[in-house]
C-alpha cells in the first residue's frame, strides 16, 4: 500500500488531482503494475484547454517525467535507466530472464 499512495501522490504532485481519473492495481499478470488515467486538463493564461502537449510535448519533457518518477520511486530501489545508452533487451531474451527469475523463486 505505501508503494500505491507513493504513485498516487506523485501523479497528483505532478498532473493535479483534478487531472487523475483513475488509478487501478492491476494484479492479473506476473508482475502487479498500475493503471493511470490522466486528462491532460491545464488552467493558464490561455483559459482552461486540453493540452497533452503541456506535459508531453518532445524528448526532454518525457525524459524529465521519467526523472522525477524515479527519484519519487528511488526509496522503493527503483532506477532510473542509462538515458544515454537507451538499449533495449530483445523481448526473446527477456522473457528467458523472466523464466528464470521465476524457476529461481520456486526452489
Known amino acids: 500500500k505505501p508503494r500505491i499512495n507513493k504513485n498516487a501522490k506523485w501523479l497528483c504532485d ?6 487523475l481519473l483513475s ?3 492491476d494484479m492479473d ?3 502487479p503494475h498500475l493503471h493511470a488515467y490522466v486528462c491532460p486538463v491545464v488552467r493558464d493564461k490561455k483559459g482552461t484547454r486540453l493540452s497533452a502537449r503541456h506535459w508531453f ?6 525524459s524529465q ?8 520511486m528511488a526509496c522503493f530501489g527503483l532506477c532510473r535507466g542509462d538515458k544515454e545508452t537507451r538499449k533495449h533487451l ?4 527477456y522473457w528467458e530472464i ?3 527469475i521465476n524457476h529461481s523463486k520456486e526452489k
Open 65 to 72: 517525467l521519467q526523472d522525477s518518477y524515479a527519484d519519487a
Open 23 to 25: 488509478l487501478r492495481l
Open 90 to 93: 530483445d523481448s526473446k531474451i
Open 29 to 31: 499478470e506476473k508482475s
Open 14 to 19: 505532478t498532473f493535479g488531482r483534478q487531472n
Open 98 to 100: 523472466q523464466d528464470e
Open 57 to 62: 510535448n518532445g524528448k526532454s519533457k518525457c
